[in-house]
């Protein structure tokens, strides 16, 4: 009950929509957890990522700690493509789930440039509320990214970028079969992480979140996801079971990478790990 009202407070507080500029953000709160590449490793593979993506030098040097996080989630999906390359096509509408501040919409940018001659891409928040310590909201940090992708010539020329402030359950109603990618990077699939990041108890549901999720792709659509542990992973397959199982009769879940455990690279804590799952909608 606190937290549903403690959810209902903060959305309350939230009474202005601004747009930061990215060159004015002091750092990316919502992650310090990123590096600078230091190591000959990591050198090397940032050489390897920026040559094979090469409109992530697009990103403008205002979005510095976009591109820092970016850089992080780049490896990720350049580790999942390696194996199974997206097929390209005009233009490539990608939607990102939990998008947070928008700061992960960097490297989708960078890959959907090379999916498609044209990008459409949409970064979904549901909290959209939660403040950082200079007083502005995620929000306006995503309302700042779209503003400075409109305003930067490079980035105007590949396409679209929007940041949305709902629901994936709502906007999926509205939008079902759009996207060619989905992505959901840390999706919460426990219930624990819902609460510790201020959601409320009550609507944690991740099996309605997935299904929503799914009905976003179009037929030969491709969902990339990252999860964080063990538990999730198990979670997460209990949430993909009951999708498959729920799917209507002649449409297909293709597990092209299930659970693929990688060291993180990029980030202050090497040893962090994350579980790497690329699936795609077959009708
Ligand atoms: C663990 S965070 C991950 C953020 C980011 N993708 C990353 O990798 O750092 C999960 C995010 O999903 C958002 N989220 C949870 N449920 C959602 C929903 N139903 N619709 C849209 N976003 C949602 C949360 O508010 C949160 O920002």
Redesign the pocket.
Known sequence: MFDLLHWKIRQAFCPFKRAVDPSQWLMNL??PAYTEPSTPDSILRQKHLLERFPHFDDLPSAWAWVKLESLY?LDQIATLLQTHPIPQGETCHWV?????NG??LGACVAVAAQLGEKVQITG????TFRYYLDGYTRGDYGRGLVKSFAETPALNALGTLDFVE????N?AQTHPATADVVS?????VLAK??TA?G?PKQDFNPHA?FK?VWSLLKPNGVLLI?NLSEDEVHAQRQCLDALEADSPEGQGMLRHIEALEIETRFMKCSEERRFLWMLQKIS
Not at 96 to 100: C, E, T
Not at 166 to 169: K, S, T
Request: proline residues 3%.
């Open positions: 919502d992650a989630q990102d789930v939990g998008s947070k700061t992960t979904l928040e549901l909290d709902a629901d994936v359950n906007y959901c990077f840390l999706p919460f992480e819902h990041w959601l979140f929503s990252s």
